[in-house]
């Protein structure tokens, strides 16, 4: 059984165009998932935790913009720092505020 979570969240896109690289064990190279779109997102409970979580949206191709599947990696903290120096969770004035949204996972089948 699934649950849907409801959530206002505040979004960052900070790889707001397609690339198809990534940062695997601390090392920049070319995503074996492909092309993606990265967007880092937090809810409530993540903005009072200082947390958010980064998700990749996968496409077929770099011409081909048709989804393809996501992706997401646990939640980081905010002062995570890229490898440029800066602090990966932007100011409050480069956020985006999402409608409210539902979320939820669905149970795998074995």
Not at 7 to 30: E, V, W
Request: proline letters at 5%; glycine letters at 10%; hydrophobic letters at 35%.
């Amino acid at each position: 059984m699934s649950t849907i979570n409801m959530a206002t969240c505040l979004l960052s896109s900070i790889g707001s165009n397609f690339h198809n690289s990534t940062t695997i064990a601390g090392k920049r190279q070319i995503d074996p998932l492909g092309w993606h779109v990265t967007i880092c997102y937090k809810d409530e409970v993540q903005a009072s935790k200082g947390t958010h979580v980064a998700s990749h949206g996968y496409v077929m191709g770099q011409f081909d913009l048709n989804f393809k599947k996501a992706a997401h990696a646990g939640e980081k903290v905010d002062t995570w720092e890229k490898r440029t120096g800066g602090i990966v969770w932007p100011p409050a004035e480069d956020l985006e505020e999402a409608p409210e949204i539902g979320y939820g996972h669905f149970p795998q089948d074995d």
